[in-house]
């Protein structure tokens, strides 16, 4: 029933997009991002379209992994093309009682569409070739800059990998009492939605006494090892950069000058 | 009322690189009033094969009949269903939820429609069924100690009064002390009300005792279905895919091999101890 949630999924591969270090992939995504927002043409789309392409042809994740993140976001996509399809004022092409579609409110339309399906693609990407345990351990590393500022880096990674962790865990735990109610007569379909609410409440209150069961338990089994956040604590497998992670940076410093460059001196009437 | 199975299959995952055949060709029928034991190891599809079994997992193919009706016809009743063929979950405790006791067990019957008096009539019966002393009927059900939770969660299904009672793995995780009451209050339930019960359990030794027909499931299909000294006859092969016969089998047969002339079909102990005995009074 909520096996389809794909949040963080991680898609098993041997490839290099796998192996590289995933400070490189944090910062490849955020650049891409970046990147996505700096062009203001039709060449410096096609050229993240490349990048993005071949990126996901070495992830070796199938495509259709990537686009089911997309699912999600289907409405909040519809509503902005809609919205700037219509109230961005402009030179009118088209105007049907008081709805008028501008050039310019076209280009943003498709514009912005375009960024926001390569903003998911672009991070599910990162999600589905790095295990949630790495991408947490990259942000750690990244972030320890800021323990200068007290803030509690590590705690917060350790916070992030367990949330990251239960995901699944209460996924499934979710799909067994929804189960185990239905086959004792509930019903969490039909009704209006006081008694759709209402009809939660014997899902919810296992599902809240299970996760508080599962915190405690780990509690308990992380204090037995001695655990005490993050002061002199060393990592088995520290993250350690490799050459392919020097190349990868290196193809990125050209990604975004070429994007740079294109956005800079291509001139075209779109 | 009758349950056939008929070819039926279960695929997890559709048909993504992740698919796991769960069930290949399962055909079985369940009578009337059997005490049925359900084996396999883990990962061999019995928890699969019970969720079937009330509906809640559509099987990706073949058929499931139930009182000769397809259960999977767009017209057919679910819910009424799923009250004839009572489902308890592994650790069914995890799904209590209400303030007391007498009210999670109210929860069943009440989703069925029923009037408040028949409702409460019926909570009380189930919960006398499994056992459980008045005192604790409005107690929150989070303060009692597992063994009396998982009766309070076993009188919930119950209250619904099904023809067909299926446990998964109802002794998980108890003491033999609350193991050895649980099993025997199925039995009685069994024995007093004439129900179908099928229990799902990894462990010979808990079912040999009281069931009279065993299914031994393996890898998603059927590998044995008979009467218990018949499935214990395989032995050998029950080892080779992750299973034991009960200890008294083993007995019986190395005793039969160093040359006592025991009949190795005993599979409770009362049983062992008397074939023992006939054969040593006869010497």
Redesign the interface.
Same mark, same amino acid.
Do not use: E, T, W, Y
């Given at each position: 029933m909520l096996r389809d949630i794909t949040l963080g999924q991680y898609y098993q591969a041997d490839s290099v997009i796998h192996k590289l270090d995933p400070r490189v992939k944090l910062i490849a995504t955020i650049t891409f991002i970046i990147s996505l927002f700096i062009v203001q043409n039709i060449a410096g789309y096609l050229i993240a379209a490349a990048f993005l392409t071949c990126v996901i042809k070495l992830s070796r994740v199938p495509f259709r992994f990537m686009v089911k993140g997309m699912r999600a976001i289907v409405f909040l996509l519809l509503i902005t093309v809609v919205f700037n399809l219509f109230l961005t004022p402009g030179e009118t092409l088209i105007s049907v009682w008081k709805l008028t579609i501008t050039k310019e409110g076209l280009r943003t339309a498709v514009f912005m569409a375009i960024r926001l399906t390569f903003l998911i693609i672009g991070s599910s990407v990162m999600t589905l070739t790095t295990t949630p345990n790495n991408l947490t351990d990259g942000m750690e590393k990244l972030m320890a800059p800021l323990k200068i500022f007290r803030v509690p880096v590590h705690e917060v990674a350790m916070m992030m990998s367990i949330a990251l962790r239960f995901i699944p865990v209460l996924l499934e735990e979710t799909d067994? =009492?929804m &189960? /185990?109610? =239905? /086959? !004792? $007569? /509930?019903?969490f379909e039909s009704g209006n939605l006081m008694k759709k609410a209402k009809s939660l +409440?014997?899902l919810l209150?296992?599902l809240f =006494? #299970?996760a508080f069961r599962r915190a405690n338990d780990l509690a308990m089994a992380m204090e037995a090892r001695c655990y005490r956040g993050g002061e002199n604590r060393t990592k088995m497998k520290p993250l350690q950069y490799k050459k392919r992670d020097g190349l990868a940076y290196l193809t990125l410093v050209c990604y975004l000058s070429v994007c740079i460059g294109a956005n800079m001196l291509i001139r075209l009437p779109f | 009322m009758p349950l056939i199975l008929d070819h039926v299959d279960y695929v997890y995952g559709g048909d993504t690189e992740l698919a796991v055949h769960a069930l290949k060709d399962v055909n079985l029928v369940i009578p009337d009033g059997q005490f049925i034991g359900l084996i396999g190891h883990t990962g061999s599809g019995k928890s699969t094969l019970v969720?079937h079994l *009330?509906g %809640?997992i559509k099987p990706t193919g073949g058929s499931i009949y139930f009182n000769g009706e397809d259960i999977h016809d767009d017209d057919y009743d679910k &819910?009424k269903l !799923? #009250?004839k063929v $009572? %489902?308890v @979950?592994q650790y069914?405790e995890?799904?209590? @939820?209400e303030i007391d006791v007498f009210s999670d067990v109210c @929860? $069943?019957p &009440? *989703?069925?429609g029923l009037s408040k008096k028949e409702v409460e009539l019926r909570a009380y019966a189930a919960l006398k069924q499994v056992g459980l002393e008045d005192e604790f009927f409005y107690q929150s059900p @989070?303060d009692l100690s597992g063994g009396q939770k998982r009766r309070v969660a076993i009188a $919930? +299904?119950l209250a619904?009064k099904p023809d067909i009672l299926i446990l998964d793995e109802p002794t998980a995780g108890l003491d033999p002390k609350g193991r050895d009451e649980i099993l025997d209050q199925i039995d009685s339930l069994h024995k007093e009300m004439g129900i179908t019960v099928i229990l799902v359990s990894h462990s010979m030794e808990d079912v040999a005792k009281y069931v009279e027909r065993i299914i031994v499931m393996n890898k998603g299909s059927v590998l044995y279905d008979g009467v218990p000294k018949e499935v214990f006859r395989h032995y050998k092969e029950l080892e080779q895919v992750g299973l034991a016969a009960p200890q008294v089998t083993y007995i019986m047969q190395a005793l039969h091999e160093k040359g006592f002339p025991v009949n190795t079909e005993a599979t409770t102990i009362s049983e062992a101890r008397d074939e023992i005995l006939r054969v040593l009074s006869r010497a």
């Open positions: 067994k =009492i &189960k /185990a109610q =239905i /086959a !004792r $007569g /509930a019903d +409440v014997p209150v296992p =006494i #299970s | 969720q *009330n %809640l &819910k !799923r #009250s $009572g %489902l @979950f069914p995890h799904q209590l @939820f @929860f $069943g &009440k *989703n069925l @989070f $919930g +299904v619904m």
